[in-house]
């Protein structure tokens, strides 16, 4: 029996996607960094599997996405890969790879489809990725964009801020959206901004919206997945829908496995190896402690 029963429905392509904003049908996007969390989603039957550079702080540590280099993020979407069939897989081009020159991140965006199997990149940014988004796209690969609260930004912005929230910035937010549009993205993640401003743009461009803090009138929703399963140790910002308690089930369990050891209540008999009676009899005989017999040297000081 095939491990991903959800392979009933279609791959997840960008026409799919396509189709489901003209059906009106919302698409799920989650973030995975690796082979089980992956394979789990898309066994769920998520459209979209996100590598998101939220893998910097969510798993590697970092207090921000900056750190995290595109070497890690290429071993996290391979891992990704082997666990996954039919969701696409949607590659971010971390921080310092898109910044310095077109070249170079055309370069990352080829590795990422050619080494890491990504189906996609992201990037974060609205007009002032105009050229990249459309050489990227004309190159044939798929471009999802990233507007409204960008982490990439986080320094200029001085924090994780709603995005959006005058009508100048409102019009700018629209206009970067009408940009990526004309460059050649596939879709828009539209991070944490008003609810109205979220409807709008999802009215105004045709192609799908994916949002995150924007309200429940976007095409889709995407969400990073030690978010919405508890396994993230700082303050969850006001979007976020906890569905499990993951960070308590792993502590009670370590914890637990951790005291059978010291009373050595594990492992049990039927969780050890054991050879037939006579064998076992004959190894202590042959190589068992003689008491005569001192192992090993003790220094003395
Ligand atoms: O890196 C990430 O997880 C993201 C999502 C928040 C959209 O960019």
Redesign the pocket.
């Known amino acids: 029996m095939s491990h991903h029963p959800e392979l009933a429905a279609p791959k997840v392509t960008v026409p799919y996607l396509q189709d489901l904003k003209a059906r009106d049908q919302k698409i799920v996007?989650i973030?995975a960094y690796n082979y089980p969390t992956a394979r789990l989603a898309d066994e769920a039957g998520v459209d979209l599997i996100?590598v998101?550079?939220?893998?910097a702080n969510?798993a590697l540590g970092y207090d921000n996405?900056l750190p995290v280099t595109f070497e890690e993020m290429l071993i996290a979407t391979q891992s990704v890969r082997r666990g996954t069939r039919r969701a696409m897989i949607v590659a971010?081009l971390p921080f310092g790879t898109f910044q310095l020159n077109d070249e170079e991140a055309i370069r990352a965006a080829i590795r990422f489809v050619k080494e890491g199997g990504a189906e996609a990149v992201?990037i974060?940014g609205g007009r002032n990725r105009f050229a990249l988004v459309r050489q990227l796209v004309e190159n044939g690969i798929p471009v999802m964009g990233?507007i409204g609260l960008t982490?990439q930004s986080v320094l200029q912005m001085g924090g994780y801020k709603v995005q959006g929230k005058s009508l100048s910035a409102a019009r700018r937010l629209l206009d970067d959206a009408l940009s990526l549009e004309t460059a050649g993205a596939f879709a828009l993640?539209l991070?944490v901004i008003p609810t109205t401003l979220g409807r709008l743009v999802s009215e105004k461009i045709t192609i799908p919206t994916?949002g995150?803090g924007a309200g429940v009138h976007t095409d889709g929703q995407?969400m990073?997945m030690s978010d919405m399963l508890g396994l993230n140790f700082g303050k969850s910002a006001k979007f976020v829908r906890q569905y499990a308690d993951v960070k308590t089930v792993i502590s009670e369990a370590v914890k637990q496995y951790a005291e059978d050891v010291r009373n050595q209540a594990y492992p049990a008999t039927q969780e050890s190896y054991e050879v037939p009676a006579a064998t076992a009899e004959q190894i202590e005989k042959a190589i068992g402690v003689d008491e005569n017999e001192i192992p090993y040297v003790i220094y003395a000081d």
């Open positions: 996007m973030t996100l998101g550079d939220s893998l969510t996405t971010d992201k974060e990233h982490p993640v991070e994916i995150i995407v990073v």
